[in-house]
T-cell receptor, first 114, second 110 residues
């Protein structure tokens, strides 16, 4: 158990809908990272927040947005969902904003868009 | 953007044998990390090697880094069935991104 929690574990929804994925980092970790893992794209970095502020941005679509709240939990919002958004979404956390340290991954949310 | 590419894509060995997987990347890095992922689960950090290091050990794991060839290798000695997983290398990006490779699927047969 990494100490990172993600809810829900599974999500099934329809095209065009909007969903929110939630992540609670390890106690004391200030950085939260979001990743998307799909069969065709592999593991893609989406976005990082550090202590409530956006720190780095990856291949995140404009339909996707995220935020980190004062209690350090983070939410990833996916809107106007398409079939291709079906994937595993992972959240990871680390103590600092540096990427040259270990990231602790949550169990993931499996999103299925029908 | 820089990316680690693992080789081979899949590896099947007998329990007790050694497993070697390789990672190549494109541009200069500050460090390289290896992660393991059991089927459909979150990634687990294995080891980090910095650009000024050539070799690092952690238990049954041995990682080498050759910055002149832009490559790294992960050796798992005396493999066990529990080592069955996908293994990813990840390289840092100067703009704070961690770029993961496509992974090597390792199967250790009992």
């Amino acid at each position: 158990d990494s100490g990172v929690t993600q809810t829900p574990k599974h999500l099934i929804t329809a095209t065009g809908q909007r969903v929110t994925l939630r992540c609670s980092p390890r106690s004391g970790d200030l950085s939260v990272y979001w990743y998307q893992q799909s069969l065709d794209q592999g593991l893609q970095f989406l976005i990082q927040y550090y202590n409530g502020e956006e720190r780095a941005k990856g291949n995140i679509l404009e339909r996707f947005s995220a935020q980190q709240f004062p209690d350090l939990h983070s939410e990833l919002n996916l809107s106007s969902l398409e079939l291709g958004d079906s994937a595993l979404y992972f959240c990871a956390s680390s103590p600092q904003d540096r990427i040259d340290n270990e990231q602790f991954f949550g169990p993931g949310t499996r999103l299925t868009v029908l | 953007s820089q990316q680690g590419e693992e080789d081979p894509q899949a590896l099947s060995i007998q329990e007790g044998e050694n497993a070697t997987m390789n990672c190549s990347y494109k541009t200069s890095i500050n460090n390289l990390q290896w992660y393991r992922q059991n089927s459909g689960r979150g990634l687990v950090h294995l080891i980090l090697i910095r650009s000024n290091e050539r070799e690092k050990h952690s238990g049954r794991l041995r990682v080498t880094l050759d910055t002149s060839k832009k490559s790294s290798s992960l050796l798992i000695t005396a493999s066990r069935a529990a080592d069955t997983a996908s293994y990813f290398c990840a390289t840092d990006d100067s703009s704070y991104k961690l770029i993961f490779g496509s992974g090597t699927r390792l199967l250790v047969r009992p």
